[in-house]
Structure formats: structure tokens, C-alpha cells
């Protein structure tokens, strides 16, 4: 997979988990108010965790092939990104794991999160200037 394919892919999934996020918020906000909605966010939340594993997985690996094939990134320096996303990863999934009685009021909490872990993202490894064919390219000499 070329890295500009690699990048629109995983933007691709950045921009259906924020649309999962927005109803995850909407519903929430409606259940707590209300505990009238709890199969509807039960749904919602399965789709938005489904949508989070895949591009967890993809993103994995797919960035370790990318960065990996530059020599402009030492290995130790992936290994130390790798390991950091993965621990975030494991305390956003902290917030999605539970009944949803438990899970709801840390819907906004949840959203903060993983929209600042998506943004993150998207400055520095998802970059265009990081995942650019012709930047891994010239650094691949």
C-alpha cells in the first residue's frame, strides 16, 4: 500500500469514528437524561468500538511498514511511538468498556479523548508531509 493510500484509508476511519462519536454524544446526553434510548446507545456504542478495533488494527500496522521503510526514523524512536500509541489506545478503550450505565457519562470525557488522540494523529504520523511517497522515498537511499 502506497502511503498516500495508507494515509486516505486511515483519515478515512478517523472520519466515520467522529460520526460514531456524535451520535455516541447525542444518545448518551438523551439516556442520561431520560434512560429512555439505552438500546440505541448500546448499538452505537458496539459500531463505534468495531469502528476503533478496525482502525486499530490497520493503523498498527500500517504505520510500523511505512515508517519502518525510512530511515529518516530509527527503529528504537518507532518502537517508543508504537508502544506510547498503544497505551493510549488501551485508556481510550478504559472509557468504552462496561454496561452503559457505566459507559455513558463518559461519553464526553471519551469524545475529548479520542478526538485529541485523532488529532494527534493526523499532525504528526498521518501527517502529509510524514506519510508523502516521495518524502519515504528519498529517505529509503
Known amino acids: 500500500m502506497t502511503p498516500a493510500l495508507a494515509r486516505k484509508t486511515l483519515l478515512a476511519q478517523h472520519h466515520e469514528i467522529r460520526a460514531y462519536l456524535a451520535r455516541c454524544a447525542a444518545l448518551s446526553t438523551q439516556y442520561l437524561d431520560h434512560g429512555m434510548v439505552a438500546d440505541d446507545l448500546a448499538a452505537e456504542l458496539q459500531e463505534l468500538r468495531r469502528s476503533i478495533a478496525v482502525h486499530n488494527d490497520a493503523e498498527n500496522?500500517?504505520?510500523r511498514i511505512l515508517l519502518v521503510h525510512s530511515n529518516r526514523w530509527g527503529e528504537k524512536l518507532i518502537e517508543r511511538m508504537l508502544?506510547?500509541?498503544l497505551a493510549e489506545h488501551e485508556a481510550l478503550w478504559t472509557l468504552l468498556t462496561g454496561a452503559i450505565a457505566d459507559v455513558a457519562p463518559r461519553i464526553p470525557e471519551l469524545v475529548e479523548a479520542l478526538d485529541a488522540?485523532?488529532?494527534a494523529e493526523e499532525r504528526t504520523f498521518l501527517?502529509?508531509?510524514v506519510l508523502y511517497s516521495d518524502e519515504i522515498e528519498r529517505h529509503r537511499r
Open 61 to 63: 500496522a500500517l504505520i
Open 117 to 119: 488522540h485523532m488529532l
Open 83 to 85: 508502544v506510547e500509541h
Open 127 to 129: 501527517s502529509s508531509q
